[in-house]
């Protein structure tokens, strides 16, 4: 196999996939919903850790306590029109108890005049971590992403990544087959993310990652889907098991249909094209750099990138191409440089989005 001990440095992070899928399939399994009225809540500070609890009766007339996750914090705030930062600093302050006094009163105080509607609590062992309108699709995740697994190893494709962080996931596949980009190269592959907790849309993404270094990018979202159905009814049906499998049926159908077409050989070919293409176009670096704020790209992301452009070491992968590409390898070299998984794919998508800026202007036969 062709440079074998590069490809091994791209599966580096194969065998911590499997864990971190083990880790999605639990938390699937022990996934309950509750479908309530926001003045049926009560808030309370938690005593014995940072934060806030919901205090609820779920269906058997017994109260139960939950912690709240940051991210439900985060969508109670949205949903309530109060300033995000501003709950999470007082519900997570661990020097001043009243401040987490005070988060609690504000949460009581906007739930017990809110409207009529329901809201959606989805938890994993007692912690609440999505607080979504009755309106949030509900389906089997997990079986979604069991699906994209199979029909990315069907076309010969390795499940080379995956991260959870409790809210938001990803499983990343390569076909460990090289394409040959601006005479270097590059393998091809899927990013599938997903979110049971309103994180992140359902979402499949083009990847290309460089052999040289193995700075990866993320292309082309193919899929962006938000989470929404029509409304639950208001008097508190609970979704029957046969409407939620047939959510799930209608995912798989989708994901087959996307994971199909994104893993054909021609549509690899096409991508590659399209990559040579843009990697072609005669810019200086200094002008595509201007594009990298809009991508959030902080002033050190910047200075950095100059750097890494100005060394213009072989394993950076910066050296060959024109002024965009380079650019788009600096920037997702940058995401060989953190630990923070958040942050690794932030770098991804910029330089994915970056491609994409300059691919719009080409032209195809």
Known sequence: MTNQPLIEKALR??????????????????????????SKILYQPNNSNNGVQAVFSPIDDEYHTFDMSRNALSQFSTKHLIPGAYLSDLAWDKESPWKKNLA?????????????????????????????SNT?????????????????QEHNAIISNAYYN??????????IDPVVILGEEWLYGVQFRNSDFGGAALDMKLMLI???????????????????????????IQLSQETL?????????????????????DNILKEANILEQVGRINIEPTEVIKKLPALGATKHDIEDVKALLMANAVHTGVRNG?????????????????????????????????INIYAESLTFN
Not at 27 to 36: A, K, V
């Open 13 to 38: 992070y194969q065998e911590n996939a499997h864990f971190v899928i083990d880790e999605m399939m639990q938390d699937s399994m022990n996934l309950n919903d509750y479908l309530i009225h926001p």
């Open 104 to 132: 609690a009163i504000i949460m009581n105080k906007h739930s017990s005049n809110q409207e009529k509607k329901k809201i959606l609590l989805r938890s994993v062992d007692n912690e609440i971590r999505g607080y979504l």
């Open 136 to 152: 949030y699709e509900r389906y089997s995740s997990i079986e979604v992403f069991k699906d994209f697994i199979h029909i990315a």
């Open 166 to 175: 409790g809210i938001n996931s990803y499983v990343e596949a390569l076909v």
């Open 210 to 236: 460089k052999l040289v270094c193995t700075n990866g990018m993320t292309r082309n979202s193919l899929l962006r889907k938000i989470h929404r159905t029509s409304e639950i009814n208001s008097l508190g």
């Open 245 to 265: 499998y047939l959510n799930t049926m209608a995912k798989k159908s989708l994901i087959k249909d996307f994971s199909n077409h994104i893993f054909n050989k």
């Open 322 to 354: 024109g002024g965009v590409i380079r650019v788009a390898n600096a920037v997702s070299y940058l995401a060989n440089t953190v630990d923070e998984a958040d942050r690794i794919a932030d770098y991804k998508d910029m330089s994915g989005k970056l």
